[in-house]
């Protein structure tokens, strides 16, 4: 059984950062594409970073240079380092773990709200 427990949101200021974590089980992420996705109240769940198997990121450009992507294969955990958030940031957040076979797994969302 796969489990993605994502951990790390909280309440921050604007300018401020926050790194969230994704602890994956029943599953190797190491050989899986990760993923982090948002979705603000009444809009779209949107992609802000994702790392292939081989460690090639991507990032919109809404939050490239702000957010960064990474993973530690000896945790089994996915992470996502997020500075100088605004107002625009706050969103449930959630990890996405895409198997070597492509079955799509999702975590239950943190929350991250920035405060102006």
């Known amino acids: 059984q796969v489990q993605l427990v994502e951990s790390g949101g909280g309440l921050v200021q604007a300018g401020g950062s926050l790194r969230l974590s994704c602890a994956a089980s029943?599953?190797?992420?190491?050989?899986?594409?990760i993923g982090w996705y948002r979705q603000a109240p009444g809009k779209q769940r949107e992609m802000v970073a994702t790392?292939?198997?081989?460690?090639?990121?991507n990032y919109p450009d809404s939050v490239k240079g702000r957010f960064t992507i990474s993973r530690d294969n000896t945790k089994n955990t996915a992470y996502l380092q997020m500075s100088s958030l605004d107002a625009e940031d706050t969103a449930v957040y959630y990890c996405?773990?895409?198997?070597?076979?492509?079955?799509?797994?999702w975590g239950q969302g943190t929350q991250v709200t920035v405060s102006s």
């Open positions: 029943g599953i190797t992420i190491s050989i899986s594409t």
């Open positions: 996405n773990v895409v198997s070597p076979m492509g079955l799509t797994y």
């Open positions: 790392i292939s198997r081989y460690g090639r990121t």
